[in-house]
């Protein structure tokens, strides 16, 4: 609205209201939750998650004792990339609950009933993509459960959140390690379905196990609660992202060589010194703290480049990949299981890696450009969205 008009030279007449309170009228009300703005450097990290799992399924290089190309970085991804893909997925979850106030019962509702579906449906794709025969492990599915184990939790405050969390990331691996010791006679992980079933499976001897992993998906929504538009916030998720890993792995390196002087050489492949371990996927507390601490870094980093417009446009092929997370990742599997068994455990060269990367790259910016949504993004949306306004309707109560 336009302040009063004066002729030239007159003085304009003090006022104890300000225009603009004296004549506010009140907005109409609207029942649809108001729309909010993409985070660009959440949606680019989640393109380094993506791209970084990509490496990890298809790079020639996973040992950093090796030699040539890759080689010497490659490995930096493993297990690393999942686990910040977990964390992203807490981000989102704060995300969809940003609009929904803590008093708004019938909100939460709405918002629970949106969450298990999307998690049933990531659950059946997950699925679908390991009876394709795909050589790896599908995170997909350890995502529903995840999904469905935060439900209860969901509308707590952030220190109770992060207590949850670091009885999972403390007390999960002893637990899940002990469990996989005494059921399988090994620490190490296996591939879901196999004869413990699948909610065993997920919850404790798959690759990604929900009793620990959860501890990433709740740092997530702690994360994604916080002032992701401030580049203080940012820089305090890069330093102190930074600082925990650099705390995690180190101890854990340490504390393996101290007990490897002592009466005996220490094995991280083995019980109880893998509880020690800061290897990828060993699931110790180390690791996974340390993997957190890599995640909270990636995510400042990603928000503070993308915190100025032309680091923004710079990242825009990026950011699409990362808006179409799910989309991307599940073709990418689909690939793989074309391309077959020895794309993945013997990789002669990385030109598939940069190939499916960059196919990657240019079909999202292209499709976000033209369509908008990606296509699995639009069926979780329009799924949740549906089933949500059928239980629990809006309106007058």
Known sequence: MSSPQFPPGSPVPPSPVAPVQQ??????????????????????????????????HLGTGHDSRG??????WMWI?????????????GVSLALMSRSTAREDRPGWRRLRVKIAVRAVILLVLGVVLQVLGTPVVVILTAYAVMFLMALPVLRLGNRWLLL??????????????????????????SVVFSFEGPVIGELVTGYYPALVWIGYLLVGVVVGRGALAS?????????GGTALAAIAYGLGTVLTAAVGQGLYPVDVLFWPDVLLSVEPHSNSAFEVA????????????CL???????????LSP????????????????????????????????????????????????????????????????????GVASLLVPTGPR
Not at 290 to 300: E, P, Q, R, Y
């Open 23 to 56: 004549h506010a009228r009140p907005a109409p009300s609207d029942p649809r939750p108001p729309r909010t703005r993409r985070i660009t450097g959440v949606d680019v990290a989640r393109s380094v998650a993506i791209i970084g799992m990509l490496v990890a």
């Open 67 to 72: 030699g040539g190309w890759g080689e010497q």
């Open 77 to 89: 991804f493993d297990g690393r990339s999942s686990a910040l893909f977990a964390t992203l997925a």
């Open 164 to 189: 949850i969390a670091g009885v999972a990331v403390t007390l999960g691996p002893v637990l899940v390690l002990g469990l996989r010791q005494t059921m399988t006679g090994s620490v190490q992980p």
């Open 231 to 239: 580049r203080r916030y940012a820089a305090i998720l890069l330093g």
């Open 290 to 301: 340390g993997n957190i601490g890599v995640g909270l870094a990636v995510v400042g980093l």
């Open 304 to 314: 503070l480049l993308t915190s100025v417009r032309a680091g923004e446009l710079a």
């Open 318 to 385: 990026l950011a699409a990949l990362g808006a179409m997370s799910l989309t991307i990742y599940s073709a990418q599997l689909v690939v793989i299981a074309v391309l077959g068994p020895d794309a993945v455990y013997y990789p002669g060269s990385n030109v598939p890696l940069l190939v499916l990367a960059l196919a990657s790259i240019a079909f999202s910016w292209g499709w976000r450009a033209v369509l908008g949504q990606g296509p699995l993004e639009r069926l979780l949306k329009i799924s949740s969205d």
